[in-house]
């Protein structure tokens, strides 16, 4: 009868108010500790980095690369690698 419907309602209910939300990663945990073990993990704390870098002007989309300052993302820009990635990049769009 009823009593299952309103029990699946209710568990959904209790997952929705468990799920945590990483936006850098754009993933959804269960619990507290999970949160905490995926914010340690590699990949979390590389894209941070890159969202960090992004924010403050010294990463490179093109190459995939975080720099120290945005005077090192302008000198590697002036670069024969850059420069050839960029082209490439621009083949493909």
């Known amino acids: 009868g009823n009593g ?25 945990v269960t619990s507290e500790q999970l949160m905490r073990e995926h914010l340690m993990g590699r990949k979390h704390q590389q894209a941070a980095k890159i ?19 945005v005077a090192q993302l302008t000198e590697h820009t002036k670069g024969k690698r850059h420069r050839e990635a960029a082209r ?3 083949r493909r769009n």
């Open 88 to 90: 490439n990049r621009g």
């Open 4 to 28: 299952a419907g309103s029990d699946v309602g209710k568990q959904s209910t209790e997952t929705a108010k468990l799920s945590l939300h990483c936006a850098v990663c754009d993933i959804r």
């Open 51 to 69: 969202v960090e870098a992004r924010k403050e002007g010294r990463f490179c989309d093109v190459c995939g690369i975080v720099f120290t300052g």
